[in-house]
């Protein structure tokens, strides 16, 4: 049995779809429905339901899946240790994100750990939080980074960093002029909120009535960009981390103002499958993360004030 067709059947076990599976580890179509007809002869059973769209595993191919996947993570651990013993540390980094997680934040992180390491090929993806655990629980990517994380079953959790919660209004907001507030300053402010179905969102609510303080929600969207542009157009006033603002401080569209008397924060975390040991390459991936870690408000400041608003303008559109 060869390795190389493992690792192609579980991608495309992972993908549910052979094109999709072939475009992941750069092979054709044809010889990754090659690969997966060959396990099937030699272990005498089907392993894929090919009538379905996408395709389904049979009952064989499940408890292949799962043995195939041991058989992958030991090879890579020992792969790996054998490249540490010569410090060079190559591979596949997979991760996936929350969109608010910030596309510069990210892409500092990843221009940094390719200058010292070149031959690690960086994949990140940005998905719905839901999305970003089952990513990591059916190995599609190597870990996840998350808000509101949790940590328990088949996940484990590493703490990453806190971002404070500020009030943000429209730049000719009456509120706006003000760089500190307590929440009960805006008791009864038409709001704009994040989907019920998003952790944040609960714990807004929760902190919200806390503090004694009732909103008027008159819209709800399901990602922090399409709060932005409503509150710019003059919709409302939300509650967001802080460093998801910056860009929008510089432009002079919206203004984030501080609240006193309360320590609201949203924590990110790296989120991975508890009983997987994370690649050597991931690791370093991992440490680098937790070791040099900038605070996003003044990073993102620096480098928009550094590289004109220009910039801020092409980020924005």
């Given at each position: 049995m060869h390795l190389k067709n493992v690792e192609i059947f579980c991608e495309v076990a992972n993908n549910r779809s052979f094109s999709k599976a072939a475009k992941a580890i750069h092979v054709s179509q044809s010889s990754a429905s090659q690969a997966v007809q060959s396990l099937e002869e030699r272990l005498g059973v089907k392993l894929i339901n090919r009538s379905t769209r996408p395709l389904e595993l049979t009952a064989a191919g499940q408890v292949f899946l799962s043995g195939c996947r041991d058989i992958l993570d030991r090879f890579r651990q020992i792969e790996e240790s054998l490249k540490t013993i010569q410090d060079d540390v190559t591979g596949r980094i997979r991760i996936s994100a929350i969109y608010s997680v910030g596309l510069l934040s990210m892409e500092?992180?990843?221009?940094?750990?390719?200058?010292?390491?070149?031959?690690?090929?960086?994949?990140?993806?940005?998905?719905?939080?839901d999305d970003v655990y089952d990513h990591v629980l059916q190995d599609q990517v190597d870990f996840g980074l998350l808000s509101f994380p949790r940590?328990?079953?088949?996940?484990s959790c590493l703490p990453w960093q806190n971002q404070e919660i500020v009030l943000v209004v429209p730049a000719d907001h009456p509120l706006a002029n003000?760089?500190?507030?307590t929440p009960?300053?805006?008791?009864?402010?038409?709001?704009?909120?994040?989907?019920?179905?998003?952790?944040?969102r609960r714990k807004i609510n929760r902190w919200l009535k806390d503090a004694g303080v009732q909103v008027d929600i008159t819209h709800t969207f399901d990602d922090?960009?399409?709060?932005?542009?409503?509150?710019?157009?003059g919709a409302g006033i939300s509650l967001l981390p802080h460093p998801t603002v910056v860009r929008e401080e510089v432009l002079g569209t919206l203004k984030a103002i501080r609240?006193?008397?309360?320590?609201?924060?949203?924590?990110?975390?790296i989120?991975?499958?508890r009983h997987k040991q994370l690649s050597i390459a991931a690791q370093r991936f991992v440490e680098m993360l937790q070791n040099d870690f900038v605070d996003?408000?003044?990073?993102?400041?620096?480098?928009?004030?550094?590289?004109?608003?220009?910039e801020a303008v092409n980020s924005n559109s």
């Open positions: 500092r992180f990843v221009k940094k750990f390719h200058e010292q390491y070149p031959g690690i090929e960086i994949q990140l993806s940005y998905s719905h939080p940590d328990g079953g088949e996940i003000q760089n500190e507030l009960s300053e805006i008791n009864g402010e038409p709001f704009i909120a994040l989907s019920a179905d998003l952790k944040i922090i960009e399409n709060v932005k542009r409503a509150i710019e157009a609240l006193m008397g309360v320590q609201w924060v949203r924590p990110l975390g989120v991975h499958r996003d408000v003044s990073m993102v400041n620096d480098h928009y004030r550094a590289h004109g608003r220009q």
